[in-house]
Every structure is written in structure tokens, then in C-alpha cells.
């Protein structure tokens, strides 16, 4: 059964620059291929400091609004992921709202939510529980996923990365939930946190977090295959699910090695749930040496068992889950928009028709820690001018845009992050980084007064126009009295508009 709410339509923002990981590799004098082969990592974006968690969000924000041709009324919930906290009152979806302003639209619900990485994905469940809801009042919702992920100097910094999503939610969209099929595990751990108020780097324990999310990954997994199970049993299927009923599986990607790691992962899963599986022919073959009597809880680091089941999900990650890691490879891990960065690039290098009726399965993550893997199935309509048609278009260009951005030396790089270390929440502050290597459309920080009350201007699209375009300042904001919203329209029952870019929930 689907639901027919989810994402409508999906926008990706990420910096205009990158340093390049086989260049960082020999400036911080490591062996060649720890950072390109090691974890599968060949650019990593980063922000400058005229960027923050507050800047990415509104540039992601208005850029999906644009690109559909949306009024800000039309939007009655928007929520927002991220563990980039500058503030510890205000959210940054109060800030956001500075965008919705002109239409005087202000009856907008919706919050920050904070969990690590799974911040992004709490965000989206929330948006399509809400247009499901008997609080639903026929507009679209926002879920909104972004991050700035910086790390001290050392081996976890080739790790990081920028950008932030934008995800439209309302009825009749290409991609639908499948209802029910969640497979959830929430855990205490220390496995990666950020107990420094005063800095912006977390505390990572490498083995613990690899540990905790394989773990996550196997009870996910295992929920939601007993799930999908019942309900085939339900609806008479006989039938056992494995990863073959997956069209594609996403995972959030802190690196891209450890999602090759965690596809064959999944396989060892199936491998283990299939007591009479065929080890001479098909997806086990090979395998006849691993007893099915394992404990999965014993094998995070056994060699042995990732060596072999990484050479027996070869075929399977080339045809499943390689296409999603386009952006992780390119820029990094986003940490809340990561999962859906990877979403993103499948739908970004297949047509409409090879989409089409496919499952694609994601695997969501955040330490602490909490995790989901859910699926989506997507719409059956390719035809010219059907959501999937937009929302594939929309995105097409996504491999260019990457392409697009400026390289960066690592000694450049080196001295951004230095920067970003020694002015982290200073007050009162005016940033440094030059606003012509924006990209244009771009939100960036302004000045930061003695009060630490943050101001921000978006450089123009047009690049003949002054670059100081739409200056937005946090005191003339809270001084702003919004016309009162007169109607608030409701979706109509079907359109050719953006509403069929969206994400929906299958049958609201």
C-alpha cells in the first residue's frame, strides 16, 4: 500500500567550491589513495566563511521556489534538519521565514530537529505525517535538510563536506511511500557528538560510530523485512523479500567506502535470513565456506566476512547503489542531506521510463543514534510532462553544476578552515570570504553584530545586477508586520503544476 504524499519536487545546494582529495591526500602527507581509494572520496565541497547553516537554507529554500514557480502562501508547514547549531534558541526555520515575508504568509508550522545525521529524514517524516493529518489544510509542506560538516585536522577531516535539500511534500507525486515499511532503531551510544558549545567540530569515535551504524543498518533492515513480509502474507503473496526487490538502495554516506561496505552488508543479511540459498549459482555463489549460524553482531570487522561479501555484491552495488553516490563522491558527506543527496543522484542519471514502478530503498543514519530504512516506490506515468518527467528535468543538470564549481588548493583550504576555527562565533564579526565566488542566487552572511544577531543578503542571478541584492537583516525582521493572508488556497485535486514534482504517501 502507498502513500500518496511525499516529495514532490527535490532541490540540491551545495558550495561553489571544492579541494580536490588525491591534492589534500599529499598535503597532509598521507599514503596515496587513503582518502581517494580508502574512502572512495575524490572532492570535498566547503564553505567559506560568508556561509552558514542559516544561509544554505534560505539560498535552498528559494531556489526550490523559484525553479517551481511557487508562492510562499502555498506553503503551510516547513521543517527543518540540521546539526550545525549556531544558536540554542532560535531555529533557523524562524529565520527562513524572513522568505515568506512579502506574501504574509506567517501560519506556517514547523520546527528545527536535531539528531546528527537523521535530522533530515525526522524532518521529512514529519512534513508527510502532517499533509496526512486531520491538521492538513490542502498546502504543500517543506522539509528542508542541511549541514556544514568540518572536522579538526587529521584523518576525520577528508570526511566532510556542505550543501543542504530542499524536498516538496503534497499529493500526487512521483515518488510515494510505501506505507508501513518503516524499519526504525533508536540507541544510546557516544559514537560521534558535540558537546563543545564553542566549537564547531564533534567528538568521533571511528570504530564505535562504524560499529553503531552497521548494527543500525542490520536491525533496520531486519524490521523492515519482517514488515514487508506480513503485509505480503496479508495480501497472499508468497514470496521472501531480498535486496533483488530493491529497483535501487540508498545509504546516508558519511563516506563512499563504507556504502560499498553496507550494500554487502544487506547481502550477508539476506545470505543468513536464507537457510537452503544456492551457493553455486546467483548472488551466494561462492560463499559455501561462511556458516549461516554467524552472529552478525560478531562480524563488524571481520575481514574475512567483508572481503567476501563485498566480491559477491559487486554486480548488485553496480546496478543498485553505485549512481547514488555522484554527490558523496563529489562533495562529501552533508551529514542531514545525505541520504537524499544519494536519492538525488539516482533520479539525476536515469530517464523517467527506467524509473519508472521501481522500489528504492534508503537507509537512514545518525549517530547517537537513531536510523530508518524505508522505501519509495516511484511513479509508473513517464510521459512527457508527468512528475517523474519534471522531476527527473529538474535534476539533470546536477552533474554539471558539480562540475561547475571552483577548485580550491588545500593550502587554501587549510587556511578557510583555520579561519572558520578562530572566528567561530565571534561577535561582532564581518566575513571575509569574497562574494563573487558565490554562485548566483546565493544567500551569504553579511555581518555579525555585537549582539550576535546574524545579517544576510543573496547575490544576484543576474551578474550584471549589484551583488548586494535583497539585503535581509535579522533586527528590521522582528520589527516587520506581515499583511494579514486573506486565503489560504488549497491544492487543486490535479494540475499540471509543480505539485507533480512532489513526494506524496500513496493514498491520502
Known amino acids: 500500500m502507498l502513500t500518496s504524499l511525499k516529495p514532490l519536487f527535490i532541490l540540491i545546494y551545495f558550495p561553489s567550491q571544492y579541494v580536490d582529495q588525491a591534492e589534500l591526500e599529499q598535503f597532509d602527507g598521507v599514503s596515496t589513495g587513503k582518502y581517494t581509494v580508502g574512502l572512495g572520496q575524490a572532492r570535498m565541497g566547503f564553505c ?32 527543518v534538519g540540521t546539526e550545525t ?26 520546527i528545527d530537529t536535531t539528531n546528527a545525521c537523521y535530522g533530515g529524514t525526522a524532518a521529512l517524516f514529519n ?19 542541511g549541514d556544514i560538516a568540518v572536522y579538526a585536522t587529521g584523518s576525520a577531516r577528508p570526511t566532510g563536506g556542505a550543501g543542504a535539500i530542499a524536498m516538496l511534500v503534497g499529493p500526487n ?28 567540530y564533534p567528538v568521533v569515535d571511528g570504530k564505535l560510530s562504524i560499529e553503531c551504524y552497521l548494527s543500525a543498518l542490520d536491525r533496520c533492515y531486519s524490521v523492515y523485512r519482517n514488515k514487508i513480509h506480513a503485509q505480503w502474507q496479508r ?36 545470505f543468513l535470513s536464507h537457510p537452503r540459498s544456492n551457493t553455486e549459482t546467483g548472488p551466494f555463489s561462492g560463499l559455501e565456506a561462511f556458516s549461516r549460524e554467524v552472529k552478525p553482531e560478531e562480524t563488524y570487522f571481520n575481514r574475512d566476512v567483508e572481503k567476501a561479501f563485498m566480491k ?26 545525505s541520504v537524499y543527496g544519494c536519492l538525488a543522484s539516482v533520479i539525476a542519471q536515469h530517464t523517467p521510463q527506467h524509473l519508472a514502478g521501481q522500489r528504492i530503498g534508503l537507509f537512514s ?47 587554501m583550504f587549510a587556511e578557510n578552515m583555520q579561519l572558520r576555527e578562530d572566528t567561530h562565533h565571534l561577535a561582532p564579526y ?23 544577531r546574524r545579517e544576510y543578503s543573496r547575490r544576484s542571478l543576474n551578474d550584471d545586477l549589484p551583488l548586494e541584492a535583497g539585503l535581509v537583516n535579522s533586527t528590521t525582521a522582528t520589527e516587520h508586520i506581515p499583511s494579514p493572508v486573506k486565503k489560504m488556497p488549497r491544492l487543486p485535486a490535479s494540475t499540471a503544476g509543480p505539485e507533480a514534482v512532489t513526494v506524496s504517501n500513496g493514498d491520502h
Not at 512521483?174 to 566549537?199: I, N, V
Request: proline content about 3%.
Open 430 to 452: 564581518v566575513p571575509q570570504g569574497a562574494v563573487e565566488e558565490l554562485f548566483p542566487g546565493t544567500w551569504h552572511l553579511t555581518r555579525v553584530d555585537e549582539k550576535h
Open 235 to 270: 495480501e497472499g503473496v508468497d514470496k521472501r523479500f531480498s535486496l533483488e526487490d530493491f529497483g535501487y538502495m540508498v545509504f546516508h554516506s558519511p563516506y563512499c567506502k563504507l556504502v560499498q561496505k553496507s550494500l554487502a552488508r544487506l547481502v550477508l543479511s539476506d
Open 365 to 411: 543514519y545518525g549517530s547517537g543514534f537513531a536510523a530508518t530504512l524505508y522505501s519509495l516506490r516511484v511513479s509508473q506515468d513517464a510521459t512527457p510532462g508527468s512528475g517523474l518527467d519534471k522531476l527527473c528535468a529538474s535534476l539533470c543538470d546536477l552533474k554539471a553544476r558539480l562540475d561547475s564549481r571552483r577548485k580550491v588548493s588545500p593550502a
Open 127 to 145: 512534513a508527510v505525517n502532517w499533509v496526512e493529518s486531520s491538521s492538513w489544510d490542502g498546502r504543500y509542506a517543506l522539509a528542508v535538510a
Open 85 to 110: 547549531i549556531i544558536d540554542k534558541s532560535k531555529s533557523v526555520k524562524t529565520v527562513v521565514m524572513q522568505l515568506f515575508e512579502e506574501s504574509g504568509n506567517t501560519d506556517v508550522e514547523g
Open 173 to 200: 507525486a512521483p515518488l510515494a511511500f510505501d506505507r508501513g515499511l518503516r524499519g526504525t532503531h533508536m540507541q544510546h551510544a557516544y559514537d560521534f557528538y558535540k558537546p563543545d558549545m564553542a566549537s564547531e
Open 312 to 337: 559477491a555484491s559487486t554486480e548488485m552495488f553496480d546496478q543498485k547503489t553505485k549512481a547514488s553516490l555522484l554527490v558523496s563522491n563529489q562533495n562529501g558527506n552533508m551529514y542531514t542531506p
Open 48 to 79: 567559506s566563511d560568508r556561509e552558514d547553516i542559516n544561509s544554505l537554507c534560505l539560498t535552498v529554500v528559494q531556489r526550490l521556489m523559484e525553479r517551481n514557480g511557487l508562492s510562499y502562501d502555498q506553503v503551510g508547514r516547513l521543517e
